[in-house]
């Protein structure tokens, strides 16, 4: 597919987004066709979440899920992966990381 044309916002609007599972990379996806810099951090080595561990193959073939995936990296998503946040890498030390807001996958939003 194609990448859109995106209008973007200054590198300071960074949102942390912990979770690469469908509601992490849902909102990364909207959150950069608005502009912004989102970068997500997930504790497994490949992002899905239940979509790649939970349904199976041949209801939803792993092709399809990374080519998905590889767009919307294309469109300017960061996923960092092998990444655990929280006793090792706090999510208050996203903030100090430059960060301005967190999201995570349960829907919660958080402003520095």
Do not use: C, W
Not at 14 to 22: E, F, H, L, R, T
Not at 29 to 37: D, I
Not at 53 to 65: M, N, S, V, W
Not at 66 to 79: A, P, S, T
Request: a positive charge; zero cysteines.
């Amino acid at each position: 597919m194609p990448v859109p044309a995106i209008e973007k916002k200054p590198e300071t609007e960074k949102v942390a987004i912990i979770g690469a599972g469908p509601a992490g990379l849902s909102a990364a996806y909207f959150l950069v066709k608005k502009g912004y810099h989102p970068t997500i951090f997930d504790k497994a080595p490949y992002a899905g979440g239940m979509l790649r561990f939970g349904i199976p193959d041949y209801r939803l073939p792993p092709a399809i899920l990374d080519q998905e995936i590889n767009y919307i990296k294309k469109l300017g998503v960061e996923i960092q992966l092998n990444v655990p946040v929280g006793k090792d890498r706090p999510v208050a030390g996203l903030f100090k990381e430059g960060f301005k807001s967190r999201v995570s996958g349960s829907r919660r939003v958080e402003k520095a």
